[in-house]
């Protein structure tokens, strides 16, 4: 059975360093829930290009959809990175949830769609344990221009 490093190697995805927090805040806390496992939340992530640079705009004016899923599959990256960093992919148990927050037009209706760029990402690289709960919600702005943000939680063994 392929570990989810094996899967990342398999997609060419290479984890980027857990991104570290842009303000007062932590990028992951662990909760313990007893039997050996904790909920680890994962504060939303936003996406990074390969050059350090950020996808921007508001969809669909700015951004097609196809570029938007693109940034949150970026998301899920990070997301992977701020797991790994917090006790490992190995020892995700499941993703509970997924919150995305789409940077979009009045009227545009097509959030769960951008935001399947990071639920397959997950799925990829973690099987079944990727399968997660999820909402994925307009905005009308969000922080540094960014296309989309996601949040998540997750349980891992302990």
């Known amino acids: 059975m392929a570990?989810?490093?094996d899967r990342l190697r398999a997609l060419g995805i290479e984890l980027p360093a857990a991104p570290p927090p842009a303000a007062n805040y932590v990028p992951t806390r662990s909760?313990?829930?007893?039997?050996?496992?904790?909920?680890?939340?994962v504060a939303g992530q936003i996406?990074?290009?390969?050059?350090?640079?950020?996808y921007?705009?508001?969809?669909?004016?700015?951004?097609?959809?196809?570029?938007a899923k693109s940034a949150a599959r970026a998301c899920g990256v990070a997301i992977l990175a701020q797991l790994e960093a917090a006790g490992g992919l190995e020892r995700v148990e499941q993703i509970a949830?997924?919150?995305?927050?789409?940077?979009?037009?009045?009227?545009?209706?097509?959030?769960?769609?951008?935001?399947?760029?990071?639920?397959?990402?997950l799925v990829e690289v973690?099987?079944?344990?990727?399968?997660?709960?999820?909402?994925?919600?307009?905005?009308n702005a969000l922080p540094r221009d960014v296309t989309v943000e996601i949040a998540a939680v997750a349980i891992l063994r302990t």
Do not use: W
């Open 3 to 5: 570990s989810p490093h």
């Open 47 to 54: 996406p990074r290009k390969a050059d350090g640079g950020m």
């Open 31 to 41: 909760v313990p829930i007893g039997e050996g496992r904790s909920l680890v939340y």
């Open 126 to 139: 973690l099987g079944d344990a990727g399968r997660h709960t999820r909402a994925a919600v307009g905005a």
């Open 97 to 121: 949830q997924v919150i995305g927050f789409v940077n979009c037009e009045a009227g545009f209706g097509q959030q769960p769609e951008v935001v399947n760029g990071c639920s397959d990402l």
């Open 56 to 67: 921007t705009g508001r969809v669909p004016s700015q951004v097609s959809i196809e570029e």
